[in-house]
C-alpha cells in the first residue's frame, strides 16, 4: 500500500475518535484500489487513480467525513448531512459495512478506467439577488456606490448582497454594509468562499477583493472560538487572527 506520509501527520494529529475512523477508510480504499495515490488537497487527504480524483476524507471537531468525486452517479442518499456521502461519522460504530465502502471506491476507479467519466453536473444559474434593505437604503444615498454596483453583472452583485444577508447580528450587518459601499466607491470587485472551519466546524467567510489586477485578501469572517470577529483590514497587511487551513491562511 503506497502511502503518503502527509496523510499520516494528518490522521496523527486529529482527535482520539476520528483517527480510526480515518484509518479505517484510508485502508477501505486501498483495499478496493491497491493502485491508489495519495495526497493533500484542499488541507485534507485524497486519494488519486491515474492522475485523477477519485475519493476524500477530512476530520472536524465532532465528525469525519467521506465520499467519491463521482458523487453525483455514485449517490448514498447521505449527500447533504455533511461534507462527504456518508453524513457525520462519529465513531467505528457509524460507519457503513466495509463491502459498501470498498464497493463505492471500486465503481468509481471502473469510471476512471473506463475513460467516460461523467462530468460534474454543473450548477443551475442563480437569478437575481434580492438586494438586502440596508444595502439598498445606503445604495440610495451614495450615487457612486450605486452606479458601480448596478453595473456589476448579477453574479457579482449577488456576492456583495449574499455577504451581507448572511450578517447573523445587526452590528456585524451594518459594518459590512459600510465596507460594501467603501469598496463600492473604489469600484473593487469582491470574491466572497465559504466553508468550514477545521476548528470546531464553525463557518468562514473569506472575502477577496479585485482592484486593478491585484486580488487581495481584504476580510475574513470566521465563527470559531480563535477568531469570534469579523477582521475588516486594507490590502497589503498580513496580520490576521483566524489562521486555519480551512480559512485558506
Keep these: 500500500m503506497a502511502t503518503d506520509p502527509r496523510v499520516d501527520a494528518y490522521i496523527a494529529k486529529q482527535a482520539d475518535f476520528a483517527r480510526p475512523i480515518l484509518a479505517w477508510l484510508r485502508e477501505r480504499v486501498h483495499a478496493a484500489c491497491p493502485e491508489i495515490e495519495e495526497t493533500i488537497k484542499w488541507g485534507m487527504p485524497s486519494f488519486y487513480l491515474n492522475g485523477k480524483p477519485l ?7 465532532a465528525h469525519a467525513t467521506f465520499g467519491v468525486w463521482d458523487r453525483d452517479v455514485l449517490a448514498t442518499g447521505k449527500e447533504g448531512d455533511a461534507m462527504g456521502q456518508y453524513g457525520r461519522m462519529t465513531s467505528l460504530d457509524t460507519l457503513p459495512p466495509a463491502e459498501e ?12 478506467h473506463s475513460g467516460n467519466r461523467p462530468k460534474r453536473q454543473r450548477a443551475e444559474p442563480k437569478g437575481e439577488a434580492d438586494v438586502p434593505e440596508a444595502l439598498a437604503e445606503a445604495l440610495a444615498n451614495d450615487d457612486a456606490a450605486a452606479a458601480t454596483f448596478n453595473g456589476f453583472p448579477p453574479g457579482q ?34 470574491s466572497v468562499r465559504r466553508g468550514t472551519c477545521h476548528e470546531d466546524a464553525s463557518d468562514w467567510t473569506n472575502v477577496r477583493a479585485l482592484n486593478g489586477d491585484a486580488m487581495t485578501e481584504v476580510a475574513i469572517v ?28
Design 157 to 190: 452583485r449577488r456576492e456583495y448582497c449574499e455577504w451581507i444577508a448572511e450578517a447573523k447580528r445587526p452590528d456585524t450587518r451594518d459594518k459590512r454594509v459600510a465596507q460594501a459601499i467603501e469598496w463600492l466607491r473604489d469600484e473593487i470587485w469582491t
Design 101 to 112: 465502502i470498498e464497493a463505492q471506491v471500486r465503481a468509481s476507479a471502473a469510471l476512471i
Design 55 to 61: 475519493a476524500g476524507m477530512a476530520a472536524f471537531k
Design 222 to 249: 470566521c465563527d470559531c472560538k480563535a477568531a469570534n470577529s469579523q477582521i475588516n483590514r486594507k490590502p497589503a497587511t498580513s496580520t490576521s487572527i483566524c489562521r486555519h487551513p480551512s480559512a485558506g491562511l
